[in-house]
Structure formats: structure tokens, C-alpha cells
Nanobody, 124 residues
Framework: QVQLVESGGRLVQAGGSLRLSCVVSGRTLSSYTMAWFRQAPGKEREFVGAFSRIGDNIIYADSAKGRFTISRDNAKNTVYLQMNSLNAEDTAVYYC?????????????????WGQGTQVTVSS
């Protein structure tokens, strides 16, 4: 059974940066297509970005392009979400998700495994 554990969320000032981590256990990271989602208060969960378990295919939501970067460290079985130029609209619980598909999906229902989330709060 695969488990995902996010960390790194905290209170940060607008304009600041933050790096979130997601540790995968149970199987090797290379077995999964990985994604980041977020859910702001009173809103539906939304796609942030994802990369395929095969190749270098990485996609981002428009809100993340140019500010957020997803990376992976297979040796540490860890996925990262580097977030720069944060603003109040980035305040949300951030989740990592995994799926064994080779295709990168933006829809949350395509992901079978989820972490518990980590809270990011951006003060303006």
C-alpha cells in the first residue's frame, strides 16, 4: 500500500517562497505519475501541476506557470513543489497525489493515492 506524506506548509509573507515535500513510501517513486493539487477555503480542489512517471512530461496550471516548479528525487522517493512569488490567492491546503498511469491528468479523480495535505497560508 503506497503512502504519501506532505510537509513544508507554513505561514509565509506575500512575495515569499516555500518548498513543499511529498515522501512516497510503499513503492518506488518512479512507479508513479505524481501531481500536486490545492484546495482553498470554500473552493473546490484544483490542479497545480504534475509529471509523468515516464519521460520529462511536466504540466502546470496557468496559475502556477512561471512561479511554481515540480521536481523529484528518486533516490529519496520525494517530490517537491517549489513555490515562488506567493500571494494571498495561493493560500490553501496542498495535496500530492499519485497514479500508475503514464499519462498526466489534470482531473483529481484520475489519481488513486493521496496525502493528508499541508497548509500554506500567505499573508498580504
Amino acid at each position: 500500500q503506497v503512502q504519501l506524506v506532505e510537509s513544508g506548509g507554513r505561514l509565509v509573507q506575500a512575495g515569499g517562497s516555500l518548498r513543499l515535500s511529498c515522501v512516497v513510501s510503499g513503492r518506488t517513486l518512479s512507479s508513479y505519475t505524481m501531481a500536486w493539487f490545492r484546495q482553498a477555503p470554500g473552493k473546490e480542489r484544483e490542479f497545480v501541476g504534475a509529471f509523468s512517471r515516464i519521460g520529462d512530461n511536466i504540466i502546470y496550471a496557468d496559475s502556477a506557470k512561471g512561479r511554481f516548479t515540480i521536481s523529484r528525487d528518486n533516490a529519496k522517493n520525494t517530490v517537491y513543489l517549489q513555490m515562488n512569488s506567493l500571494n494571498a490567492e495561493d493560500t490553501a491546503v496542498y495535496y500530492c497525489a499519485a497514479d500508475t498511469s503514464v499519462v498526466v491528468f489534470r482531473r483529481e479523480e484520475r489519481y488513486d493515492y493521496w496525502g493528508q495535505g499541508t497548509q500554506v497560508t500567505v499573508s498580504s
